[in-house]
C-alpha cells in the first residue's frame, strides 16, 4: 500500500497527490506513468507522474474528477493510503538539447507536461510554454512552468485570463512570427492535441503529443490502449505514451475514447446512490 503524504486542491475538482512509493521515485523519467488502485475492488486508472524525488521516495501526480474512480480518489487524505501503485510505465519521451522547444499544454496536460519542460529548460533549450485552460481558476502548475519556461502565454476559453480563445492560437501565432522552432510537444484533450498537430504541419515543425487512452493493465497486454500510428497499431502502455503527432490517427482514437462512456455513467451514479465518499454532488 501507497501512503498519500500530501495533498493540494489546485483547481475546481482538479487535485495533486504526493505519495510514497520510492521504488516508482528511483526510476521515474519524464514520460512515465503509473496504474494505480484507490482499493482493492477498484478498477485500475492510469495517471502520469508529474513529478518525483528519488531522495523522499516519493512521486506526484494529478486527477481530474471525471468518473467513479477519480471522484473516489478526490475523497482521500493525507494520512490515507492507496491500494497499490505500479509504475514506472510506458516509455520515458526522449529528450535531447534543442534550439527551442514549445511546450502545449491543455487543462490537465500541463500536469505531464511540467517534467518535460524541466528537463527541456536543464538542458539549455529555450522552452517556449503556452498554457490554456477553461477559465483562469483551472489553470494548474501556473509557477512551475513559468520557472522552467523563458517564456509563458496564457489562454481561456473565457478570455479571464491571458488570451481570449483556443491554446492553439498563441501556437500558429508564435510560428507565424518567424520564430525558428525545432520541436513541439503538445499534451491535453485529445481534440487540442489534433489541433496542434493540424498547426504544426502547415509549417513543417516536429510535434510530439502524450496520449492517455483508455488502458487496464498498462502492461500491453488487454489491448485497449492501443491506437494507429504511422499506419501501424501501437499500444499506447508500453509503444508510448510518447508518439509523432502527425502520424497518429486522431478520429480512430478518440471514437476508441467513446466506447465505454453509458458504462462510465451507470458506475457513477451507482456510486453516488451508494454513498461511498464521493463529494462530487456537493461541489
Do not use: W
Not at 491543455?106 to 517534467?115: S, T
Not at 500558429?172 to 512570427?177: A, P
Not at 485529445?190 to 487512452?213: E, Q, Y
Not at 486522431?250 to 456510486?271: G, V
Amino acid at each position: 500500500m501507497n501512503k498519500i503524504l500530501r495533498k493540494e486542491v489546485l483547481a475546481p475538482r482538479i487535485t495533486e497527490f504526493e505519495v510514497y512509493a520510492p521504488e516508482i521515485a528511483a526510476k521515474a523519467q519524464p514520460g512515465h506513468f503509473v496504474v494505480l488502485r484507490v482499493h482493492e475492488k477498484g478498477e485500475r486508472i492510469p495517471l502520469t507522474i508529474a513529478d518525483y524525488d528519488a531522495v523522499k521516495g516519493t512521486i506526484t501526480m494529478v486527477s481530474q474528477e471525471v468518473g467513479k474512480t477519480t471522484c473516489h480518489l478526490a475523497t482521500l487524505d493525507v494520512g490515507d493510503f492507496l491500494a497499490d501503485v505500479v509504475g514506472p510505465l510506458g516509455t520515458p519521451m526522449h529528450i535531447e538539447k534543442v534550439g527551442c522547444v514549445v511546450c502545449v499544454s491543455g487543462g490537465l496536460g500541463v500536469a505531464p507536461m511540467y517534467p518535460k519542460a524541466r528537463r527541456f529548460y536543464e538542458l539549455g533549450s529555450r522552452v517556449i510554454s503556452f498554457i490554456g485552460a477553461q477559465t483562469k481558476e483551472m489553470i494548474i502548475f501556473k509557477e512551475r512552468m513559468e520557472k522552467v519556461s523563458h517564456h509563458v502565454g496564457y489562454s481561456t476559453d473565457d478570455g479571464s485570463f491571458g488570451h481570449h480563445g483556443f491554446v492553439t492560437d498563441l501556437l500558429r501565432e508564435f510560428l507565424e512570427s518567424g520564430e525558428k522552432v525545432d520541436e513541439v510537444v503538445a499534451i491535453g484533450p485529445l481534440p487540442m492535441m489534433r489541433a496542434a498537430v493540424r498547426v504544426t504541419r502547415d509549417f513543417g515543425v516536429k510535434t510530439i503529443v502524450s496520449l492517455n487512452p483508455i488502458m487496464v493493465d498498462g502492461t500491453g497486454m488487454c489491448g485497449g490502449c492501443r491506437v494507429t500510428v504511422g499506419g501501424e497499431v501501437k499500444f499506447a502502455c508500453v509503444d508510448g505514451p510518447a508518439f509523432d503527432g502527425h502520424k497518429v490517427d486522431f478520429e480512430e482514437l478518440m471514437a476508441r475514447q467513446n466506447r465505454f462512456l453509458e458504462e462510465e455513467r451507470i458506475a457513477m451514479e451507482r456510486f453516488r446512490a451508494q454513498g461511498e465518499g464521493c463529494k462530487c454532488q456537493e461541489r
